[in-house]
């Protein structure tokens, strides 16, 4: 997630100036946007996410009399499934399709034509939506202790389990990022090309991304069941509703135009079914 916070610092100043020459809505954009508005959303999802982290860096390693308690019976029984798991290969192997998911939403834009006409705008929005996401985890991270299921691990080192490091598993947050800007990308793609036969590959590719990042954190220890599915439900309602929250409501079925009778005059509205 740290590297995620600094992708979006990085592509902010890159497409500030790029947005602020587009118009925030018209015929060849589904999304109406702020520039002070969602600048503000922005700045402050980042900021709150950096206090998220200053949370988690203070969190403190755990101690003998704690580690004692972690066995498998204190894990709720539907998270037991990978109790005591660790694999360093799958950590390592689960940030590969991670760092690859950030530059997903900057290539389709690129890519498809009816979103380059709108770049700035679109990435804006996708910066919001990485921000959001950014505050949620790391708040909930850096509040909520819960150790990681390599804890459970008796074969592994005392003070491995015990660092403060190992207690973040609540919740995913590479599954989350991956959701969000997977999401993300297949929500904006939709919008702008409401016809296109590639909607379902798009929106089928974007499912399953975070699931093979959940899969991989799952596998290597790094987080339960109920973690990845957590990440991956925050992840992906913020790729999904934060382009939703600022599409356009056209009324396209409503006409209004000038109406003259008798002793009357003024405006006519008809609705079509």
Not at 58 to 73: E, G, V
Request: hydrophobic share 45%; charged share 15%.
């Amino acid at each position: 997630m740290r590297r995620c916070i600094t992708f979006c610092l990085s592509v902010l100043f890159t497409i500030s100036s790029t947005f602020a020459q587009q118009p925030s809505a018209d015929s060849t954009s589904p999304y109406h946007t702020s520039f002070v508005k969602d600048g503000a959303i922005i700045v402050g999802g980042v900021g709150l996410t950096f206090l998220g982290y200053s949370l988690i860096t203070n969190k403190k390693d755990l101690t003998n009399a704690q580690l004692a308690t972690k066995t498998r019976s204190s894990v709720p029984f539907f998270d037991r499934g990978n109790v005591g798991f660790y694999s360093r290969q799958a950590d390592d192997d689960s940030y590969i399709p991670f760092q690859a998911s950030f530059a997903m939403p900057v290539l389709m834009a690129l890519l498809n034509k009816n979103e380059r006409q709108k770049f700035g705008q679109v990435m804006v929005l996708y910066l919001q939506t990485m921000a959001i996401t950014g505050t949620v985890f790391t708040m909930a991270t850096g509040n909520v202790y819960r150790s990681r299921p390599y804890v459970y691990n008796t074969s592994l080192s005392a003070d491995f389990r015990k660092e403060k490091d190992s207690q973040r598993s609540f919740f995913a947050g590479h599954t989350a990022a991956t959701a969000a800007a997977t999401f993300f990308m297949a929500k904006t793609f939709a919008d702008f090309n409401p016809d296109s036969k590639a909607k379902p590959y798009v929106w089928a590719f974007a499912a399953a991304v975070p699931a093979v990042v959940g899969y991989l954190r799952y596998k290597g220890g790094m987080h339960f069941l109920s973690d990845n599915v957590l990440g991956y439900a925050v992840g992906a309602a913020a790729g999904i509703l934060v382009p939703q929250l600022h599409k356009i409501k056209r009324m396209k079925n409503v006409t209004i135009a000038p109406a003259v009778g008798i002793g009357n005059k003024g405006l006519a509205i008809t609705y079509k079914l």
